[in-house]
């Protein structure tokens, strides 16, 4: 399984073995990833998955939809490289990405 890096906002790193076709959002939720609130349960309607990517794996990533788009938006501490993790599927051109949690999360 691909290895997915998650960045947490107080400095540690915790390394996920991420299945193929699953989303980020589902993983880090499964092993309790702090940081990634997705209320939504992976819908890309509340953006507390947010996540961002490396400019290298950003590249490499289907482009954000309409819907997530404008939840970027609004999103605290949102970059260029701003995604949200409910919206990243997991495949083999991703492995060993690096994806850092925000220390905030919106709000809703």
């Known amino acids: 399984m691909p290895i997915v890096r998650f960045l947490l906002p107080d400095g540690t790193e915790q390394a996920l073995d991420v299945a193929v076709g699953v989303s980020l959002m589902e993983a880090a939720r499964q ?15 509340c953006g507390t998955c947010h996540v961002h990517l490396q400019k290298d794996c950003f590249d ?14 609004i999103v605290p501490d949102a970059s260029e490289t701003s995604r949200l993790s409910c919206q990243i599927i997991m495949s083999e051109d991703l492995a ?6 925000p220390a905030v999360q919106l709000e809703l």
């Open 31 to 45: 092993e309790g990833i702090e940081g990634i609130v997705a209320e939504c349960g992976g819908g890309a309607i």
């Open 96 to 101: 060993d990405m690096c994806v850092r949690v």
């Open 60 to 73: 490499r990533v289907e482009p954000a939809g309409m819907t997530e788009s404008a939840l970027l938006q």
